[in-house]
């Protein structure tokens, strides 16, 4: 009678290591994989909280000089950010009918951007640059992201 018993506490037991076992085998990858999604999400807040914090300290004195003539058709009218996405809003004298913003004007921003030691730092943690173009319409004439990538194609 006793080893009976001992077998069914046996057989219990091995039970439950086989089911703990399966348990862990079948969830413990999600359960990780979210707990990583979790501390991704949490770590990209964090450097977009810093570095709207620092936006927030820098910019003030660029916003009190607005606008800024950039060129003979371009003004700066408006800097602004939410998150990690630094807007910057131009206002574009036409020298035709309608202007277009094209890739020669992204370049030259790019090659200006990539040159800038502050913007550049910013970028390699993440920032993106937004140059929207607008007509004295307020209609959007263009618009283009640099992002750290870019500096290096």
């Known amino acids: ?43 990209v807040a964090y450097n977009d909280a810093l570095l709207a914090r620092e936006f927030d300290k820098l910019y003030p004195q660029y916003r009190s000089q607005l ?21 910057l809003r131009h206002l574009v004298e036409p020298d035709n009918a309608r202007t277009q913003i094209g890739q020669r004007d ?15 730092a910013t970028m390699k943690r993440g ?9 004295r319409q307020s209609r959007m004439v263009g618009s283009f992201d640099i992002r750290n990538a870019d500096c290096a194609s």
């Not at 992204?106 to 550049?120: G, P, V, Y």
């Open 1 to 43: 009678m006793r080893r009976l018993q001992v077998a069914t506490i046996m057989m219990a037991g091995a039970a439950l290591v086989i089911g703990a076992t399966l348990l862990l085998w079948s969830f413990a990858p999600m359960t990780a994989l979210a707990v990583s999604d979790r501390i991704g999400i949490m770590a």
């Open 67 to 87: 606008p800024i003539r950039l060129d003979d058709r371009t003004t700066l009218v408006e800097l602004s950010h939410r998150g990690h996405v630094f807007r």
């Open 106 to 120: 992204r370049k030259t921003t790019l090659a200006r951007a990539c040159a800038d030691d502050n913007i550049r």
């Open 127 to 135: 920032a993106i640059y937004e140059y929207q173009y607008l007509d």
